[in-house]
């Protein structure tokens, strides 16, 4: 981890077929400890493509698992994945304070919508972990997630991204309505094409 101090969230790592707890608990404590400021939030360990495994798999780091020092300020947020309805993976959040959005392009797209309602209705707060392609920050702003992942961005240099994201909060008079408030022109997007 690299000291900084700007906004940062920590991912489980999940993502990527392999998920040590071990390296994800060190890495928590190593950001509680070594770095200037405190991860905006922490996404519970995930069974990528798996809802039902997801959500046995968040109750045991919820209650069964040791976590560092520290570890119960921060802001944790549950994974939803394809493979049970969404109302459904609402019902069993426990103890977190937001909702990570994983799973497919397509699967974000056709559900982006009704889980930034029922977010919204619980008050938590909404992460697209990866909004997809150019125009993926526009549409996860449009739809109201309250954050999404950049580091696309910032690997590969997609600065246009960015420049069509500042495009669409022109347009929209964002931040004034703000992201999320009834009048501002994402609560009222029902459709996207990609």
Known sequence: ????????????????GHFDGDVWVSTLEEALTEMPTEPDFVVLPDVPGDAKATIETHREWLYDR??????????RYWVLQPGLPIADQFEAIEGCQGVFVGGSKRWLRAHG????AEARERDLRA?????GGKDGLVWAYKTGFDSCDTTTIFQNGYWH???????????TGSPDPKPGDPESEQATVTEWSA
């Open 127 to 131: 992460h697209v972990g990866n909004p």
């Open 66 to 75: 040791p976590m560092c020092l520290g570890a119960g300020e921060i802001m």
């Open 161 to 171: 991204y960015l420049d069509r994201l500042e495009q669409a909060t022109e347009e």
């Open 113 to 116: 919508d009704q889980i930034v």
């Open 1 to 16: 981890m690299t000291p900084h101090d700007g906004p940062y969230f920590l991912d489980n790592g999940a993502y990527g």
